[in-house]
């Protein structure tokens, strides 16, 4: 039997579209889909693959039960009753905040609003969060501030029309590559582009006006961007005017950023910072591209604010072909913030605080919830060291090799009574776990991913789940023998999860049948909404925030003189789970290595290629080196996405204070052949 299955790409927070190619119950192929809006008929090289690791045979199909170290095989009744068991005695021993659960990003939407009703309704504690915390909670936290809401305020489509598309702390060729591909358009039909970046990424050789800043350095660049806008008299005063408040907050802070008097924070030359500054104002329609170079510092509210203040003193913003396109990074990840797999609040970012709105949810569920705000995954981590968190349900995360320090994650995850560890393979940090639930993959579930364009887009089941259960089917089970009762058809939960939503309640899978649908989506007639914030910001008036520069947590010194930053490549997602389990993907990159210029290199008597050990306060790491002037002298670059030979020993956990976000973009480190 053949059968071609229209769905979305599990990777990035693009979300292109596909068919799945299933012949007799294998899947064999992608077939682009031209109809989809987003991906137009193309994919990257991550698509095209997107069929190998789902019948992979590393996949996990039974789940696992730890017994004296090791894992026996158990049936869904056992493993699913001893989890209840243990869940159950663990809160009536120590209450319901000794208890977490982290959801997925790479899950739909559904499973992501089932975990967040569990971790409330069920467990009763509003410790949930999800890997948005290490990505772009700095997004959520700092553009909320400024604008009062987080995502992105326009659409992919609009870039092609653009005239100045200002990147920074963004690689979208590799990591978003289906809109790098629309930002290559742009520039073939005349648009300027400016990228900063302390990396020359391929999208910096078309570049207008290309700045290598040192990484961390940022707030400082952009406040002399706007101090020079203003010194130059090219602001939008009808716009600071009409639309935003506390203007003279900020015209008081950048004062002290002249492009002079940051040459030496930065490393830029005042001349291009005034150039790019002048581009970005001048330019008709401008926008801003970021990503995780802005926020994945101690300072990431503070640098996503600082953009939504060169956004709005220039005017561009709030209306069609401008605004912030911060690049959501994983399939789903604006999905599972919106759906309330969050600490704070519930779907539709309505605050757990919020009397009227909890019980609205207490009404629906039947059941009475907290009303204090949750532990972020940062704080988990924490927690559990210290030996209040007990006990963690984690779904389709690594955070074993994904959080920063390591050997911080592992003390913390071998600090708990229980660890549940619900994935498709055996990650690193299911193999610590007490118990392993085998989930499903995209491919075997029927649900909702929503992209980074805030489009709900429809994923649909091409084989049968091969555990026998969808992630949804077995935290509605766990539900049910902790004594909750829990719709579990994807279809219902996403009707229930409109219904208790008012942004997202026009979304129903039938409405999402054909190109998905952009939210706000208010009623279920509303079409859905390209663009953010016209003619008036989320929260009335866009916010002036005025932010100072402050260096990273660890500057470089005597013992560890560089800067070491980390990222991502084309050819692989993430922990590489699943990129490294298809062949081609893997054989072009094999291992692990860091990136250092050629003087620095030479200085160190360093050649391509060769063995180096790589050292930070927190741990070292021997890989190859790449010798490459695409990295600014100082500092030294890596990928993360090599399980054995974990980056994240070597990063640094030290966090921005309001998102909690961890500082993955620049520790100190040393570096010395061997
Ligand atoms: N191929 C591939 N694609 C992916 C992923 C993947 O693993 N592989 N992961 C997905 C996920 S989860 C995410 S969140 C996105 C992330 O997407 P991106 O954020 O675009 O990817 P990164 O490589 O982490 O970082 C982007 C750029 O920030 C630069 N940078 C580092 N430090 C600084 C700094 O201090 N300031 C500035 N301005 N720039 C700096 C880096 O040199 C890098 O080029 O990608 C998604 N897409
Ligand atoms: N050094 C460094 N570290 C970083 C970053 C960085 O820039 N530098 N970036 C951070 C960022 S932005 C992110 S988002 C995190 C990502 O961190 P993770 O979310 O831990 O990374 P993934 O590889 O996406 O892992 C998700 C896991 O989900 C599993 N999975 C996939 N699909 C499903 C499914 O449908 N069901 C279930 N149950 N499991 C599934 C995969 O097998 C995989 O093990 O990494 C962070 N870590
Ligand atoms: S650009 Fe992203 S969503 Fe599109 S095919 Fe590549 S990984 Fe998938
Ligand atoms: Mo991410």
């Known amino acids: 039997m053949i059968k071609k299955v229209l769905t979305t790409c599990p990777y990035c927070g693009v979300g292109c579209g596909f068919y799945l190619d299933v012949r007799d119950g294998q899947i064999i192929g992608v077939i682009p889909s031209r109809a989809n809006s987003v991906s137009k008929g193309y994919l990257c090289v991550k698509g095209w693959h997107a069929h190998e690791p789902i019948q992979h045979p590393d996949r996990l199909k039974k789940p696992l039960i730890k017994k004296n170290g090791t894992f026996k095989e158990a049936s869904w009744e056992n493993a699913l009753d001893y989890v209840a068991d243990r869940l159950k005695s663990i809160k009536e021993r120590y209450g319901p905040d000794s208890l977490a659960v982290c959801a997925s990003a790479r899950c739909t939407n559904e499973e992501n609003f089932l975990m967040m009703k569990f971790a409330r309704a069920v467990l009763g504690t509003n410790n949930v969060d999800h890997c948005a915390r290490t990505c772009h909670s700095a997004t959520v936290a700092g553009l909320n501030q400024s604008f009062g809401s987080g995502a992105s305020t326009n659409s992919y489509d609009e870039l092609i029309h653009m005239d100045c598309i200002f990147i920074i702390g963004s690689n979208p060729t590799e990591a978003h590559p289906i809109v790098g591909w629309r930002v290559r358009t742009a520039i073939d039909n005349g648009a300027k582009i400016i990228v900063c970046d302390p990396r020359r990424i391929l999208l910096a050789e078309n570049a207008s006006i290309y700045i290598q800043q040192y990484p961390g350095t940022d707030i400082a660049l952009i406040n002399a961007m706007i101090n020079y806008i203003i010194r130059e008299d090219i602001h939008d005063k009808d716009f600071i005017k009409n ?23 930065t490393g830029v030359e005042p001349s291009l910072i005034k150039k790019a500054a002048r581009l970005y104002a001048m330019s008709k329609r401008s926008c801003i591209m970021y990503s995780l170079g802005m926020t994945e510092h101690i300072v990431g509210t503070d640098n996503v604010m600082a953009m939504a203040n060169l956004a709005m003193v220039t005017g561009h913003v709030g209306r069609e072909f401008s605004g912030i396109y911060p690049m959501r990074g994983q399939n789903n990840v604006q999905g599972a913030c919106d759906m ?9 970012y309505q605050p757990v605080t919020d009397e009227e709105a909890r019980k609205k949810f207490e009404r629906a569920w039947g059941v009475n919830l907290p009303a204090k705000g949750g532990l972020t995954l940062t704080d988990m981590m924490f927690k559990a060291i210290e030996g209040s968190l007990k006990c963690f349900y984690i779904i389709g995360e690594d955070q074993l090799r994904t959080d920063p320090d390591t050997h911080m994650i592992e003390r913390a995850l071998a600090s708990l009574e229980f660890l549940v560890v619900q994935e498709i393979f055996l990650s690193e940090t299911a193999k610590k776990a007490d118990v392993v639930l085998p989930g499903a993959s995209f491919a075997e579930k029927e649900g909702t991913f929503t992209c980074a364009e805030r489009r709900f887009q429809r994923v649909r089941r091409a084989i049968e789940p091969l555990s026998g259960k969808t992630d949804g089917n077995i935290i509605s089970e766990l539900s049910r023998r902790l004594g909750y009762q829990m719709e579990q058809d994807p279809k ?183």
């Open 243 to 265: 639309r935003t408040e506390s203007f003279d907050a900020l015209k008081e802070i950048v004062k002290d950023y002249t492009p002079e008097s940051v040459k030496d924070i």
């Open 340 to 348: 309330g797999a969050l600490p704070n609040v519930y779907s539709g």
């Open 492 to 674: 219902k939960v996403c009707d229930e999860m409109a219904g208790l939503t008012p942004m997202y309640a026009g979304v129903s899978f039938e409405r999402l049948e054909e190109n998905g649908l952009q939210w706000p989506v208010l009623t279920k007639g509303h079409p859905g909404t390209p663009v953010v914030h016209l003619g008036k910001f989320k929260r009335g008036l866009g916010k002036f925030v005025p932010i100072k520069h402050k260096p990273p947590a660890e500057v470089p010194d005597k013992e560890y003189p560089f800067i070491l930053s980390t990222g991502r490549i084309l050819f692989h997602y993430n922990t590489g789970t699943m990129t490294r389990r298809v062949a081609n993907l893997s054989r072009e990159y094999p291992h692990n290595f860091v990136q250092i210029n050629p003087i620095d290199a030479g200085n160190l008597n360093i050649k391509n290629r060769q063995k180096v050990r790589v050292k930070t306060r927190r741990g070292e790491l021997v890989i190859s080196a790449e010798v490459t002037d695409k990295i600014k002298k100082g500092v030294l670059w890596m990928p993360f996405h090599f399980s054995d030979e974990p980056t994240n020993v070597l990063t640094n956990s030290a966090f921005d204070p309001v998102c909690r976000i961890g500082e993955y973009k620049a520790c100190a480190a040393h570096i010395e052949k061997i």
